[in-house]
């Protein structure tokens, strides 16, 4: 597969990766206004926080760094050795559940039954659900290596739809049952995303377009484990790289959740005021997370492919290395602008969107200051997801080994920030620390891209300057929608509200007409790789 092949499948795979997550939190944020009406906030505090820190801590630490060894490289390889490798995922994440599983039973504060009734069930069930998302470990990676896009957003949704229903259903008809409602949705969720991938891949191998493909697998049971002739039962160069990922993706995952650690082990918030700021914290990531997550895990692949790991921009092909310049430089651009918009609009606009998605409960308090200052966090966000996928998809083993030191210092760093800002700041605080660990790792990664493409004509970091124009446009829009804030939102009734709205979509329109005349770079690569095959479709 070429290079310019890669970038194709990359920026496919982001667009419906892009799409799966903006019908995963559409769905999740409607869920939650709807259960707001329906249960307590201190069981939204316990499930979105307490018992999904249990699932993502166990899910992450299992198959993150299996992940990211085996989608290094191309897809010519021993896929029977890498396979025996990623059922590892399944023994890992089982024990991973039951020792956590006994600390947050035994060792946390737990809560009160009558209040959240049902909390050793729950965690058991979560835990559980952990394991079996793990059982199609093999199939995901799979279906990610050889670009099959569709895959994952028909798997992902109908898991999703299934996992909504059914919780409404059970919040409707049983309210009383508590923890058990979520339980059971999160478990039918990962049973069915498992019965997709399955089901796909029976009916897929040995098939003519299987055939036609050149798929390595060609029968069910090359699925599972099993030995190879003259050769080890996993790839010990791929197992080396998977510990390697492994040390620095238990430090990852301390940065990623960390403020929910802080609040499970540290108690620094009461249950129901996690519930709130999860809440906030959700509406704030929303766009964060179906667009910049998966541009980065997309482009992390097109990386690893077209980049020899741990070689100099001067060592590889210079087509190759003059394309991924123009790709990271063209993503940076892209996000920059994107998470530029979501601060300065953010700021104007967060106590009313908090006002009509959760009335009093989220306006009144700190839930508007929270939202601001995440309006600032994803810009930060959004530029440390581009700058770290192409990092982590250059280093060589040895230097994600050194960047291992880093992470180390970053999480005791962050959990410190985040223990003394909230006792100063409250929950704010926990933002406030994300803000200075985030801005640490983009420094990190832009010095190590400086120095990769530093014997190269190529500068992609140039994609982190906007044009001088369009940072004028959004200097005006921030000093205008925070005057209509002022002025018009939020207790002057429909018609000011109305107004102030207004205000903002205009202000975003000439952010969007500058950008398309000045940014003509990024419109171009947007162009050609995004736009060109929906026209080529509807043509």
């Known amino acids: ?62 198959r993150e760094a299996f992940r990211r060894a085996c989608l290094s490289g191309s897809t010519e390889q021993n896929w029977t050795q890498v396979i025996n490798l990623l059922w ?32 050793e069930v729950g965690v058991l069930l979560f835990g559980l659900s952990a394991v079996v998302e793990l059982l199609a470990e093999p199939l995901w990676v799979l279906a990610q290596a050889h670009m099959f896009v569709r895959l994952k957003v028909i798997a992902e949704s109908l898991s999703i739809i299934v996992k909504c229903l059914l919780t409404v259903l059970l919040v409707l008809l049983v309210p009383h049952w508590g923890l058990y409602i979520f339980s059971l949705a999160q478990l039918a969720y990962t049973s069915f995303l498992v019965l997709c991938y399955v089901l796909y891949f029976v009916k897929f191998l040995g098939s ?49 959740e960390g403020e929910r650690y802080v609040m499970t082990f540290l108690n620094v918030l009461n249950f129901g005021d996690q519930g709130v700021y999860d809440i906030v914290n959700n509406l704030g990531s929303l766009v964060a997370r179906f667009i910049f997550q998966p541009i980065e895990e997309s482009f992390y692949i097109f990386f690893a492919k077209v980049l020899e790991r741990g070689k100099q921009a001067k060592q590889q092909n210079t087509d190759d290395v003059t394309m991924a310049a123009a790709v990271l430089e063209c993503l940076l651009k892209l996000v920059l602008l994107i998470g530029l918009t979501i601060t300065v609009f953010g700021y104007a606009y967060s106590h009313l969107a908090l ?24 810009l930060l966000l959004a530029v440390n997801g581009v700058t770290e996928c192409f990092t982590f998809a250059a280093m060589s083993k040895e230097q994600v080994d050194r960047y291992n030191f880093v992470m180390l210092a970053l999480s005791a760093s962050f959990l410190s920030l985040s223990y003394f800002l909230t006792q100063w700041q409250g929950s704010v605080g926990f933002i406030l620390a994300n803000c200075l660990n985030m801005t640490l790792r983009i420094a990190h990664s832009v010095r190590y891209i400086q120095g990769y493409f530093s014997h190269s004509s190529s500068r992609p970091l140039a994609g982190l300057l906007p044009s001088p124009a369009l940072l004028l446009v959004f200097l005006g829009s921030a000093g205008l929608t925070a005057l209509s804030e002022v002025l018009l939102c939020c207790d002057s009734g429909w018609i000011s509200r109305l107004v102030h709205i207004a205000v903002g979509a205009v202000c975003l329109l000439a952010v969007l007409t500058t950008a398309f005349f000045t940014e003509t770079k990024l419109v171009h690569f947007i162009r050609t790789q995004y736009l060109s095959r929906y026209t080529k479709k509807g043509m």
């Open 1 to 62: 597969m070429s290079s310019q092949e890669v970038l194709s499948s990359a920026t496919k795979l982001a667009s419906y990766n892009v799409l799966l997550q903006v019908m995963f939190r559409g769905l999740t944020f409607v869920l939650n206004a709807f259960t707001l009406r329906f249960v307590s906030k201190e069981i939204i505090g316990v499930v979105n926080v307490r018992l999904t820190l249990l699932y993502s801590t166990v899910v992450f630490l299992a």
């Open 88 to 119: 590892l995922t399944v023994p890992v994440g089982a024990l991973w559940s039951v020792l956590l599983g006994w600390v947050w039973l035994c060792l946390l504060e737990v809560p009160d039954p009558a209040g959240t009734p049902h909390y």
């Open 208 to 256: 003519q377009e299987a055939e036609k493909s050149s798929f390595p697998l060609s029968r069910v049971r090359d699925l599972l484990p099993k030995c190879t002739r003259d050769k080890p039962v996993v790839n010990w160069r791929l197992a080396k790289l998977t510990w390697s990922f492994f040390k620095q993706s238990f430090l990852k995952q301390i940065l990623t």
């Open 355 to 378: 006002d009509i998605y959760g009335g009093s409960l989220l306006s009144s308090g700190s839930g508007p200051s929270l939202l601001r200052y995440y309006s600032l966090y994803v």
